[in-house]
């Protein structure tokens, strides 16, 4: 079953907003990781968090987690054109057999229009 | 951009041929795996490997195979392509524990007429 669900699932700004994309899982987590996909391609790896850290901050991004919600939120302040892309969160967890999982939520789709 | 690479980037193929689809990274990464991501939505691990020699099945069922011979090189394989296995495949390694941030090839898009 699906860990990560983002919300929204799509989102269009203007240049120069603010763009708040939201995580929420289901089961414990060591960390959480926001990756990039712009269409068509890869995902890059834009930041993580682990499970004991409330908040975390890399250039234009911040990121916060909320262990007790199950939740955490991906700020892009100062929004670009070049930010258009999908955006995934992905939880991170090992079960008690020593079995390593990051599964990945079905994204939001941000568009910035110039 | 990650060192991990993809060939082909795009692939239609017929139903009913052998296809395989090249990974290989130069991280020197022990755990590499393969995910695939139809249209809009989510990423379904399909398998991974630890190391050479060692491979398992994801999540998500998958009739592919893939080997593990050398640690820079994880090639999946379709024995019969199905109009069914059309999707994206992206492949990906990680230098540590597979809960670490992962590096990811530009996938190779499979249309299978």
């Known amino acids: 079953s699906q860990q990560g669900e983002e919300d929204p699932q799509a989102l269009s700004i203007q240049e120069g907003e603010n763009a708040t994309m939201n995580c929420s899982y289901k089961?414990?987590?060591?960390?959480l990781q926001w990756y990039r996909q712009n269409s068509g391609r890869g995902l890059v790896h834009l930041i993580l968090i682990r499970s004991n850290e409330r908040e975390k901050h890399s250039g234009r991004l911040r990121v916060t987690l909320d262990t007790s919600k199950k939740s955490s939120s991906l700020l892009i302040t100062a929004s670009r054109a070049a930010d258009t892309a999908s955006y995934f969160c992905?939880?991170?967890?090992?079960?008690?057999?020593?079995?390593?999982?990051?599964?990945f939520g079905k994204g939001t789709k941000l568009t910035v229009n110039p | 951009e990650a060192d991990i690479y993809q060939t082909p980037r795009y692939l239609v193929i017929g139903t009913g041929k052998k296809i395989t689809l090249e990974c290989s990274q130069t991280?020197?990464?022990?755990?590499m795996y393969w995910y695939q991501q139809d249209p809009g939505m989510e990423l379904h691990l399909i398998h991974y490997s630890y190391g050479v020699n060692s491979t398992e099945k994801g999540d998500l069922s998958s009739e592919s195979t893939v080997s593990r011979i050398r640690t820079e090189h994880f090639p999946l394989t379709l024995e019969s392509a199905r109009p069914s296995h059309t999707s994206q495949y992206l492949c990906?390694?990680?230098?540590?524990?597979?809960?670490?941030?992962?590096?990811f090839g530009p996938g190779t898009r499979l249309t299978v007429t």
């Open positions: 089961t414990s987590i060591n960390n």
């Open positions: 992905a939880t991170g967890t090992i079960t008690q057999g020593g079995s390593e999982k990051l599964v």
């Open positions: 990906a390694s990680s230098r540590g524990q597979a809960t670490y941030e992962q590096y």
């Open positions: 991280m020197g990464h022990d755990k």
